[in-house]
């Protein structure tokens, strides 16, 4: 059962590339979710999605689009990079059910913007 | 994030108890959560509580919560060496089932 997995694990963009940042889940989870994390900063929320076809803007959306088009993948698209989206970015996955709604997570993506 | 705020480090010594604070904002909250994050690795949900609790015991692990307050607590008993982390409290929004989390806490463990 892998459970959350994203890829890549590392990558490094010039100013102004393009990319995508996969996260798969095998869980059939409703719920979907992109972070960045930053020194001191915890998890700031980027976008998230609460089924297949939906996207949400989370607390941090600015220079990144999502889609979601099989329930079981979740893309985050970064397209022209910055230096400030330098950061290690983590996906998570988790259903709503009662009395247990863990949040998985995937290992993270470091991603560095020069 | 803004709405979950925890202190930025706490030390102690192995064989103690660590008190790990954090304070919301959502008072519609339904879910809260103590996230572990060891050093280059993802996310382990340590325990979560229903916001209808006030505490939950899960061996050597206490939340404790305090609606009014809006304050969360996770207490480790007999702190170990391997206890050593930034522990992350987070939320669960009613609106929208957002997964908000707060700054992390570093908790080091000196023998």
């Known amino acids: 059962n892998a459970g959350v997995t994203q890829t890549p694990k590392f990558r490094v963009l010039k100013t102004g590339q393009s990319m995508t940042l996969l996260c798969a889940q095998d869980?059939?989870?409703?719920?979907m979710y992109w972070y960045r994390q930053d020194p001191g900063m915890g998890l700031r929320l980027i976008h998230y999605s609460v089924g297949e076809g939906t996207t949400a803007k989370g607390e941090v959306p600015d220079g990144y689009n999502v889609s979601r088009l099989k329930k079981q993948n979740f893309l985050l698209g970064l397209e022209s990079a910055a230096p400030s989206q330098t950061s290690v970015y983590f996906c998570?996955?988790?259903?709503?059910?009662?009395?247990?709604?863990?949040?998985?997570f995937g290992q993270g993506t470091r991603l560095t913007v020069v | 994030g803004e709405d979950v705020e925890q202190s930025l480090f706490l030390s102690v010594r192995e064989g103690d108890s660590s008190v790990i604070n954090c304070t919301y904002t959502d008072s519609s909250s339904t879910y809260l959560y103590w996230y572990k994050q060891e050093p280059g690795a993802g996310l382990q949900l340590l325990t979560y509580i229903f916001s209808n609790m006030d505490m939950k015991q899960d061996q050597r692990l206490t939340v404790l919560l305090n609606k009014k307050d809006k304050h969360l607590s996770l207490r480790i008993a007999d702190t170990q060496t391997g206890d050593s982390a930034i522990y992350f409290c987070?939320?669960?929004?009613?609106?929208?089932?957002?997964?908000?989390f707060g700054g992390g806490t570093r908790v080091l463990v000196k023998p």
């Open positions: 998570a996955s988790s259903y709503i059910g009662r009395g247990n709604t863990e949040a998985f």
């Open positions: 869980m059939n989870h409703e719920y």
């Open positions: 987070a939320e669960m929004k009613a609106a929208g089932n957002k997964l908000t």
